[in-house]
T-cell receptor
Framework: GDSVTQMEGPVTLSEEAFLTINCTYTATGYPSLFWYVQYPGEGLQLLLKATKADDKGSNKGFEATYRKETTSFHLEKGSVQVSDSAVYFCALILGGGTSYGKLTFGQGTILTVHP | NAGVTQTPKFQVLKTGQSMTLQCAQDMNHNSMYWYRQDPGMGLRLIYYSASEGTTDKGEVPNGYNVSRLNKREFSLRLESAAPSQTSVYFC????????????FGDGTRLSIL
């Protein structure tokens, strides 16, 4: 079945450090890929998305590139801030077949940024 | 903008009690979803409604029922709560059930004793 695997957390960084959170996927078709962020006590917010191979999603300084050859969608940010502390989820969705419209999530990666 | 609104935000139940979690969206979306979030497991789909008048099982439907009351509202019911259903429940909606992003509510934290 379809699945998403994220790097083990938690990740702890100092402010202005470079961030990478790895995400790889397994899917039978051609998924769209997403990164969601969850701040404490809140629901998930869409951070960025990519719908086809080689697309780069970007938002708020975060970037991720859809790599079909390595089935990856790694999240990166050049300089993190304390306000980026949150849980980050990688997810995929297929646009057809029995998985139509169903988001499949990774287990989430906790990021803590210290001043 | 309200987006997706869930009620209640917190609830404590005893084993065997029943309750309904409410969800409403004001974005005129066709599709709605219910997820549960458990530590280390991400979010898992319980039920979804691709459009008004239709509902389908997700990954973990056992012990739950849903009702798509109208285009705006999608409720989740626990008929006989069990401790294994202690979780945080999220409702989400999307324009349609294709590859569109889903918009989430703030969640309901449910504890079953």
């Amino acid at each position: 079945g379809d699945s998403v695997t994220q790097m083990e957390g938690p990740v702890t960084l100092s402010e202005e450090a470079f961030l990478t959170i790895n995400c790889t996927y397994t899917a039978t078709g051609y998924p769209s890929l997403f990164w969601y962020v969850q701040y404490p006590g809140e629901g998930l917010q869409l951070l960025l998305k990519a719908t086809k191979a080689d697309d780069k999603g970007s938002n708020k300084g975060f970037e991720a590139t859809y790599r079909k050859e390595t089935t990856s969608f790694h999240l990166e940010k050049g300089s993190v801030q304390v306000s980026d502390s949150a849980v980050y989820f990688c997810a995929l969705i297929l646009g057809g077949g029995t998985s139509y419209g169903k988001l499949t999530f990774g287990q989430g990666t906790i990021l803590t940024v210290h001043p | 903008n309200a987006g997706v609104t869930q009620t209640p935000k917190f609830q404590v139940l005893k084993t065997g009690q029943s309750m309904t979690l409410q969800c409403a969206q004001d974005m005129n979306h066709n599709s709605m979803y219910w997820y549960r979030q458990d530590p280390g497991m991400g979010l898992r789909l319980i039920y979804y409604s691709a459009s008004e008048g239709t509902t389908d099982k997700g990954e973990v439907p056992n012990g739950y029922n849903v009702s798509r009351l109208n285009k705006r509202e999608f409720s989740l019911r626990l008929e006989s709560a069990a401790p294994s259903q202690t979780s945080v429940y999220f409702c989400a909606s999307s324009v349609d059930s294709g590859n569109q992003p889903q918009h989430f509510g703030d969640g309901t934290r449910l504890s079953i004793l």
